[in-house]
């Protein structure tokens, strides 16, 4: 089934988003991922290429084993900023090979490899190029990324919107939200896509924070602002895991409810392949879930 499918028939679509475990380790170690999320029954399941890039050739595998094995769609991650459209030809007709109709299409990080040899000329500088690519194909359901703070790359917010249009306007069929702590800033986000005509379905991407550590990284990375509310509980409990891992589940559901009471479209909970959590996460919102199916 297409995603966009899923936006036509619910009020609100659940999805979980789980990496590829590192070369270094099986596969199938996500496997054991997958058995413990399989019970909170996502709408979809999204596979990223892993940091860098790297783990893109295992992103086809786990996608297929998703989408036939446990019978949950899924919808595969497919950047391109430094790959050629042979390469991407490629990875589409093997995503087509195994039964995968939704890709999630993205400029993506640049490789971590500072010998890689990119393409000269580019093939791509924007995912809208590689969205026009992947809708010329005909049969895909496309995702796009979309960043309610402003993309850390872009000048402005201005032309951080622009550049979203432009990927809705070759073919984006839905949006995922880059992770945020502050609604408000979301809903504000919401306001202005839709003065700019933007009118696809948006999931909220929702984080949870586990550990002191995590939250440094990911705020350098994304550009992210935390609340006042936020910096408090991280303050307060920063030396203590157990703690801090309990309040940063407890500030994710209280970020879902209020976003789906808003009325969001989707509801998209980056796992980090910690299942535990996303199981008391979406067990305590089963109610509001019920109710939004």
Request: glycine share 6%; with cysteine.
């Amino acid at each position: 089934m297409k995603i966009k499918e899923l936006f036509d028939a619910k009020k609100t679509v659940i999805s979980l988003e789980i990496f590829p475990p590192k070369l270094t380790s099986p596969v199938e170690t996500v496997f054991k991922t997958l058995d413990e999320l399989k019970d909170i029954n996502p709408d979809f399941i999204s596979v990223t290429y892993g940091a860098g890039g790297k783990a893109k050739d295992r992103t086809v595998e786990i996608a297929s084993k998703i989408k036939n094995d446990y019978h949950i769609e899924s919808l595969a991650h497919l950047t391109c900023i430094s790959a050629t459209k042979e390469q991407i030809n490629g990875i589409l007709h093997e995503l087509r090979s195994n039964g995968i109709e939704n890709v999630l299409a993205m400029r993506g990080d640049l490789p971590e490899d500072p010998d890689f040899e990119f393409p000269d000329p580019l093939h791509y500088e924007h995912a809208s190029d590689l969205i026009r690519q992947v809708k010329a194909e005909g049969d895909f359901c496309i995702g796009a990324a979309c960043y309610p703070e402003g993309h850390v790359d872009c000048e402005n917010k201005v032309q951080d919107v622009k550049y979203l249009r432009d990927k809705v306007s070759m073919g984006a069929d839905f949006l995922i939200s880059q992770l945020f702590f502050d609604n408000e800033l979301f809903y504000r986000f919401m306001e202005e896509i839709d003065l700019a005509g933007i009118d696809v379905p948006v999931s909220a991407g929702i984080l949870p924070v586990l550990n002191k550590s995590q939250i440094e990284r990911i705020t350098k990375l994304a550009g992210c602002q935390l609340p006042p509310k936020f910096v408090r509980i991280l303050d307060r409990y920063e030396d203590n895991p157990a703690a801090l891992k309990e309040a940063g589940e407890a500030y994710a559901i209280e970020q879902i409810i209020d976003l789906m009471a808003w009325g969001v479209r989707g509801i998209h909970l980056y796992t980090m392949n910690k299942p535990d959590t996303a199981q008391r996460i979406i067990g305590n919102i089963e109610n509001i879930r019920r109710l939004q199916g």
